[in-house]
């Protein structure tokens, strides 16, 4: 009988720990047949040990090895030319990746058949394989990361008085039925790779940055933090109504909330770009990557029909008295601009998920304008600046005339002077 290493093949001269990395390689690729008491050259010197070393590998495998893989490994005996060897036929598993324990899910922990080769697998590899076993639901697939810290996470649940222990994690899903931990547990925990960038923008568009920042850890730090800074650009803005001062904010605190916990939330984490919030001085934009779930339309969210992408994320955020998850959000947005002229805006591509939040104290004053007035204001949606003649063209009114508009405008704050004589140009105030 001739023995050869190949795809299907190991041979082992004598038993080491280093038969872990093939018995993962055959689990995670085709499976085989590891041979101990035989050469690389084929020749077979035997076992001297056989109960003793069958004792040793089963145990190494049963400790080293995550997921459990013991169900596709077998034991056997063979006496050839008088020798006695062991085979330990592994079949291919179905919870790919296989690693070893004490690396975890990455390169050096991992390993495949190539030819007659056990090598690492590569990131690409890893992640196919885990779709593959876990499918493709981002928020139960294994996490590459298995070191996590939940301290933001505890704080949070002890908040509701609701523990986190391991069976905890298992029921709400940051971690699958053999404790490895999820992209749920992840996203969760202190480690979480997502972030959320904002920026303050001085006037209406991307030009002039007055803040940024970058949020990165928990999601619920992130929500904090989140919160925390758009809260400081939310102004109060007062008016006095005869003897009375009313205090009114650029934007309602439940439309923020609201908006801010649909980016989180509801988002596509399978992408690793950033959740964007961009605030202008007439408008807040959140933007999540993720378009509509399959199966819902715009009008469904409208009225207030709910189906998560994250069903666990979103449950986790209901149980700590977050979110409803009935739908309510996207209604009650709407309901804080009930009395308002302008509406929220909801914009929806294949991949991307956008609220724009008008700034109400913003709005009061653009509705004193009169009709000649806002015709000017819509220019700038697509000028940097404005000049008298292109009022006169614009609205068909006459160079005294274009002069009051614009003057009118200067005096109610809206725009501002640059220049002077035939330079003269309008912009907006800043």
Known sequence: MELIESMTSELKREYT???????????????????????????????????????????????????????????????????????????KGTSCPYYLAN???????????????????TDTTILRMIKETDGEKYEEVRSLNQE??????????????????????????LMNADGIYTNLGLLLSDQCTHTIKLAVFDGLKKVVFKDRREFSGSLFKQLHDTYEFIDRYNRNRSEIDKLHRIDKRDYPVDAVREALLNALVHRDYSFGDSTLISI??????????????KGITFDDILLGVSVARNKNLANIFYRLSLIEVYGTGMPKIMRSYDKIPLKPRIEVTDNAFKITLPNINEISVK??????ER?????????????RKNIEEELSVS????????????????????????????????
């Open 367 to 372: 509705t004193q304008l009169n009709n000649n």
């Open 399 to 430: 160079q005294p005339m274009a002069v009051r508009i614009l003057n009118g405008l200067v005096n109610k704050g809206m725009l501002q002077i640059v220049g002077g004589g035939k330079n003269t140009r309008y912009i907006l105030y800043k």
């Open 17 to 91: 720990p280093n038969i872990n990395k093939c018995v993962i390689a055959f689990a995670n690729t085709n499976g085989g047949t590891i041979y101990i008491g035989v050469s690389n050259d084929g020749k077979i010197v035997g076992v001297f040990d056989i109960d003793g070393t069958l004792l040793k590998i089963s145990n190494s495998i049963r400790d080293s090895i995550k997921p459990d893989v013991t169900m596709f490994v077998d034991y056997q005996q063979e006496a050839i030319d008088n020798k006695k060897i062991i085979k330990i036929i592994v079949q």
């Open 103 to 121: 690396k975890g899910i990455r390169p050096e922990g991992i390993y495949i058949r190539q030819g007659a080769s056990t090598v690492p697998a």
């Open 148 to 173: 996590l810290l939940f301290i933001e996470a505890v704080k949070m649940f002890n908040m509701q008085n609701i523990s986190l222990e391991t069976n905890h994690k298992k029921t709400l899903g």
């Open 280 to 293: 202008f001085d007439d408008r807040i934009e959140f933007v999540s990557i993720g378009g509509l779930v």
């Open 375 to 387: 015709a000017v204001m819509i220019l700038f949606e697509n000028k940097d600046f404005i000049i």
